[in-house]
């Protein structure tokens, strides 16, 4: 089972973020874990023409309704059982998600995808890869653009695989999901459109090779308990993955986050920055786990 005591979720009170807070609070519900929801004021910048503004008071202004609004969060949140901590910091955003995911020792992250200046910094820019990077716990993330039920059970999995260091964590961590929640899973790997069409004899040998690599991937125990198939395609990674996301109707979207060398880490932060931004289910992101972190489903 998956080892959930204490869930951080990081709000900037836009739908996104609003829906994050309350998949969190059902997933702490969930796991008996402490919620911890944190609001970061990022600090104001002069601008080109150092006009006469009292950027204090600013500051001061929108900490007291940021401390308003995690107020009606909290609420929210002991209302369905859950005990809830709050935090409002000045800083730099991608920064305090790390400093306070550490000093918590918190398990996941979740957060939403799209909102105001540092969050859509964040999630569109280079601090994403940077954070995804630096991150050593798993994180979950929702996008606004599709109402998810929040608490709904999840059914059927995707894992999205390039088979490097991470892989086999985020494998694991997949399926001890299915298994609380006695889901399907599917194993991805998209072979890159370049890769399958070099030479026309190369493209059968290579998708059987996949196909192989995928099957050994899946812990023969879990065939015992869970359904689960491997599939092959080919395409531009993140394209084909939302696709295949849409047609599948997945509930719930597992990849890693680090590739092997300097060329596939930068490959592999667009393709997840891509399909995070794109993916209108909950996405699962699983950074390669310490050993004791590490629970494989029996």
């Given at each position: 089972?998956?080892?959930?005591?204490?869930?951080?979720?990081?709000?900037?009170?836009?739908?996104?973020?609003?829906?994050?807070?309350?998949?969190?609070?059902?997933?702490?519900?969930?796991?008996?874990?402490?919620?911890?929801?944190?609001?970061?004021?990022?600090?104001?910048?002069?601008?080109?023409?150092?006009?006469?503004?009292?950027?204090?008071?600013?500051?001061?202004?929108?900490?007291?309704?940021?401390?308003?609004?995690?107020?009606?969060?909290?609420?929210?949140?002991?209302?369905?059982?859950?005990?809830?901590?709050?935090?409002?910091?000045?800083?730099?955003?991608?920064?305090?998600?790390?400093?306070?995911?550490?000093?918590?020792?918190?398990?996941?992250?979740?957060?939403?995808?799209?909102?105001?200046?540092?969050?859509?910094?964040?999630?569109?820019g280079s601090v994403t890869q940077r954070i995804l990077r630096r991150l050593n716990i798993p994180l979950l993330t929702l996008t606004a653009t599709k109402k998810i039920?929040?608490?709904?059970?999840?059914?059927?999995?995707?894992?999205?695989?390039?088979?490097?260091?991470?892989?086999?964590?985020?494998?694991?961590?997949?399926f001890s999901v299915a298994q609380e929640s006695q889901a399907s899973v599917t194993v991805l790997h998209v072979i890159d459109d370049v890769s399958a069409d070099l030479?026309?004899?190369?493209?059968?040998?290579?998708?059987?090779?996949?196909?192989?690599?995928?099957?050994?991937?899946?812990?023969?125990?879990?065939?015992?308990?869970?359904?689960?198939?491997?599939?092959?395609?080919?395409?531009?990674?993140?394209?084909?993955?939302?696709?295949?996301?849409?047609?599948?109707?997945?509930?719930?979207?597992?990849?890693?986050?680090?590739?092997?060398?300097?060329?596939?880490?930068?490959?592999?932060?667009?393709?997840?920055?891509?399909?995070?931004?794109?993916?209108?289910?909950?996405?699962?992101?699983?950074?390669?786990?310490?050993?004791?972190a590490r629970k494989r489903p029996s």
């Amino acid at each position: 089972m998956v080892p959930i005591k204490r869930v951080l979720c990081p709000v900037d009170f836009f739908p996104a973020s609003e829906r994050a807070a309350e998949y969190a609070v059902v997933l702490a519900r969930n796991h008996n874990a402490r919620l911890t929801l944190l609001h970061v004021v990022s600090p104001m910048i002069s601008g080109p023409y150092e006009l006469p503004i009292d950027t204090v008071a600013i500051m001061e202004a929108m900490n007291k309704g940021s401390e308003i609004g995690m107020k009606k969060l909290a609420k929210k949140a002991e209302k369905a059982g859950v005990q809830v901590s709050c935090l409002v910091r000045d800083g730099f955003v991608d920064e305090e998600i790390k400093r306070l995911s550490d000093s918590e020792k918190s398990d996941i992250v979740v957060m939403g995808t799209h909102g105001r200046r540092g969050f859509e910094q964040w999630l569109m820019g280079s601090v994403t890869q940077r954070i995804l990077r630096r991150l050593n716990i798993p994180l979950l993330t929702l996008t606004a653009t599709k109402k998810i039920e929040v608490g709904a059970t999840i059914r059927r999995i995707l894992i999205a695989t390039d088979f490097s260091k991470g892989a086999p964590d985020a494998v694991a961590y997949a399926f001890s999901v299915a298994q609380e929640s006695q889901a399907s899973v599917t194993v991805l790997h998209v072979i890159d459109d370049v890769s399958a069409d070099l030479d026309p004899n190369y493209r059968e040998p290579l998708i059987l090779g996949v196909q192989t690599q995928l099957e050994r991937l899946v812990p023969q125990a879990v065939r015992d308990w869970c359904q689960v198939s491997t599939r092959v395609e080919t395409g531009v990674p993140f394209t084909t993955i939302v696709k295949v996301l849409k047609t599948g109707k997945f509930d719930l979207l597992v990849m890693n986050t680090h590739g092997k060398s300097m060329l596939d880490r930068a490959l592999l932060g667009s393709t997840v920055e891509r399909v995070v931004q794109s993916a209108e289910c909950p996405v699962l992101l699983i950074p390669p786990l310490l050993k004791s972190a590490r629970k494989r489903p029996s």
